[in-house]
């Protein structure tokens, strides 16, 4: 069972426009939600994270929307650039817990 | 400055056959993960670690075992490969502490199991 449910799978923007990338969760006691960001050929790396006492996060182009009622957060990409084009992972774990649980990823694809 | 190396980057194994993926990371972080990525499934947890000497199961641990005889090291194993565990596996290691601690990510470990 997916603890995490990511869309689109797939997502095609062009250069400039606005990326948006939604996450999904069912456990509560989920308590902190970082994106990940991964190229062909090489592993994720964390792109930006939220804590769920905050609504948004912003980090120069990157920003997370939350919404704790809905169990929903949400990654934005403004004034997308072809070399945002990657796979982006959602994911959630419990702040004093080891686990993380992951997306099933969307691959972005922004063009010129 | 490597960060999280795995060994070999990639491998083709017969059904059957058994071997070990290597994890090497000089962060000294006490956190050690195996996670699987397949398409459409995103990165699934096989086993961790908090500590020299201690392993525990993640998601979908069955067909692997795991050890960690030294902190820097995290060995996943195959006794004997199934076509289902073709699939890219990555190692990941974390610093201690909770909360807001990254995962560092190696490059993978592309796996073909015929």
């Known amino acids: 069972q997916q603890q995490v449910k990511q869309s689109p799978q797939s997502l095609i923007v062009q250069k400039g426009g606005i990326s948006i990338i939604n996450c999904a969760y069912e456990n509560t006691a989920f308590d902190y939600f970082p994106w990940y960001q991964q190229f062909p050929g090489k592993g994720p790396a964390l792109l930006i994270a939220?804590?769920?006492?905050?609504s948004e996060k912003k980090e120069g182009r990157f920003t997370i929307s939350f919404n704790k009622s809905a169990k929903q957060f949400s990654l934005h990409i403004m004034d997308s650039q072809p070399g945002d084009s990657a796979t982006y992972f959602c994911?959630?774990?419990?702040?004093?817990?080891?686990?993380?649980?992951f997306g099933t990823g969307t691959s972005l694809t922004v063009i010129p | 400055n490597a960060g999280v190396t795995q060994t070999p980057k990639f491998r083709v194994l017969k059904t059957g056959q058994s071997m070990t993926l290597l994890c090497a990371q000089d962060?000294?972080?006490?956190?050690m993960y195996w996670y699987r990525q397949d398409p459409g499934m995103g990165l699934r947890l096989i086993h961790y670690s908090v500590g020299e000497g201690t392993t525990a199961k993640g998601e979908v641990p069955d067909g692997y075992n795991v050890s960690r005889l030294k902190k820097q090291n995290f060995l996943l194993g195959l006794e004997s490969a199934a076509p289902s565990q073709t699939s890219v596996y990555f190692c990941?290691?974390?610093?201690?502490?909770?909360?807001?601690?990254?995962?560092?990510f190696g490059d993978g470990t592309r796996l073909s199991i015929l």
């Open positions: 994911a959630a774990s419990i702040w004093s817990g080891n686990q993380f649980y």
């Open positions: 962060m000294n972080h006490e956190y």
């Open positions: 939220i804590r769920p006492d905050v």
């Open positions: 990941a290691s974390r610093p201690p502490g909770r909360g807001l601690q990254p995962q560092h």
